[in-house]
């Protein structure tokens, strides 16, 4: 039996801050939507995989089955920091090819409102703090911005400007030109968190937050919710001519972790891991980077999105620069990146953000993304990354039927 495994249906919440709505309610949403775009019921599902950080422990996973219908399917809840949701769609993927089940749902969910950037930890105290305990302990100084940062901002800045440093012709204009790209894009997607285009100069001059990064090269926190039927090859030649017609086969999924490089306790390493997974889907899938039709990355900062240019292998080592520069990545570039707007403009809902990057790829490789939808698409790749903890790659590809 092959051992492929097929998307049947899709959905996503509108990214925004849903006031008045709880995350199961948003769940349910996109669960019922997804559902319903592949044809099915909660009656034919056999696994449930439920992506969720900040409310890792609430078992949102049951509260979404006793909401939507309660059939005693295996459930698992995973938490994998950003890489939450490509996690859920992995392990969805996993019970298939396992033979535990022939239809499964992944969703993934969050409600964050107003967290700060990224959901940043409060700042460490300025000066020492005295530990009174017991009088052994002497005087603690935070290290953060000593010895490297573990902020998002900060970790995302000094990254892009490691990678400017390395390479000429990288510098403050490349990174802006992604934000202004990404704002672009988002105006013709509406369930966008934010719908508004920005000129370069209005970039450039928005409020600074870690250089190179000013506040319009940052993602904004949100609510939001999305949710992926997947079907094994199997059970896909089951179903009706349309929905085979519309099945999205998943051609590689990979997730990976960071490995020790050096220096990597001081400032974290948002490379290698990205690197290797890209490298590994590319084998997986039988595909290169110049067969890409679209993708969707991890732009969670504008300098974050210039950086896997190059880890993603979709320019030359060291031309990220020269990628953004030449157009390139926009919607009628050579290879579009960011169609959705990005999580600078989409939005990034954590958990939900893995399954949403799925979500945009199938979407247009059905050839129903309205207005944004790149003509012809046939191959995507879909990248998350989970700072410290794991990157997800998927590439997926159109029906043949």
């Known amino acids: 039996m092959s051992d492929s495994v097929w998307i049947l249906g899709t959905s996503m919440t509108r990214f925004t801050r849903h006031e008045g709505r709880d995350l199961v309610d948003l769940a349910s949403e996109a669960a019922l939507d997804a559902l319903d775009d592949g044809g099915v019921t909660v009656h034919d599902l056999d696994v449930l995989a439920c992506g969720t950080l900040f409310s890792a422990n609430a078992s949102v996973g049951q509260q979404l089955l006793g909401q939507i219908g309660q059939t005693g399917i295996s459930i698992y809840n995973v938490a994998n920091a950003c890489a939450t949701g490509a996690t859920a769609v992995r392990v969805a993927l996993m019970a298939i090819r396992s033979g535990e089940a022939s239809m499964a749902l992944a969703l993934g969910v969050e409600k964050m409102g107003k967290m700060g950037l990224l959901g940043s930890p409060p700042r ?24 490297g940062t573990k902020t998002m901002p900060g970790v995302f800045g000094q990254a892009g400007m490691r990678y400017a440093h390395d390479h000429p012709g990288v510098g ?29 100069d ?46 999205v086969k998943i051609s590689a999924s990979v997730l990976t972790s960071d490995p020790y490089v050096e220096g990597g306790q001081v400032q974290p390493d948002v490379n290698t891991l990205t690197r290797n997974a890209a490298d590994v889907a590319y084998e997986q899938a039988g595909v290169g980077p110049g067969d890409l039709d679209l993708v969707e990355l991890h732009d969670c900062f504008a300098s974050a999105e210039l950086i896997h240019y190059d880890n993603l292998r979709l320019c030359e080592p060291g031309g990220a620069g020269d990628f953004i520069d030449s157009g390139a990545p926009y919607r009628d570039g050579a290879t579009p990146v960011n169609v959705s707007g990005g999580l600078i403009s989409k939005g990034h809902p954590i958990g939900a953000t893995g399954v949403a990057n799925i979500y945009e790829i199938a979407t247009h490789l059905r050839g129903e993304a309205g207005d944004r939808q790149i003509p012809d698409a046939r191959v995507g790749l879909a990248h998350v990354i989970g700072l410290g903890s794991s990157c997800g790659v998927h590439i997926l590809e159109r029906s043949a039927a």
Do not use: W
């Not at 460490?124 to 603690?140: D, I, L």
């Not at 090269?217 to 059970?235: H, N, W």
């Open 124 to 147: 460490a105290p300025k000066g020492p703090t005295t530990y009174e305990a017991s009088g052994r302990f002497g005087s603690v100084r935070s290290v953060d911005g000593l010895l």
């Open 172 to 200: 403050f204009e490349q990174f802006a030109k992604i934000a202004h790209k990404n704002h672009l894009h988002s105006t013709l997607n509406p369930l966008a968190q934010y719908r508004k285009e920005f000129s370069l």
């Open 202 to 247: 209005e970039v450039k001059a928005s409020p600074m937050v870690a250089y190179p990064n000013t506040l319009l090269m940052c993602c904004p926190t949100g609510d939001g919710a999305a949710a992926a039927v997947l079907v094994s090859e199997e059970r896909l030649r089951s179903l009706s001519a349309d929905q085979r017609r519309r099945a």
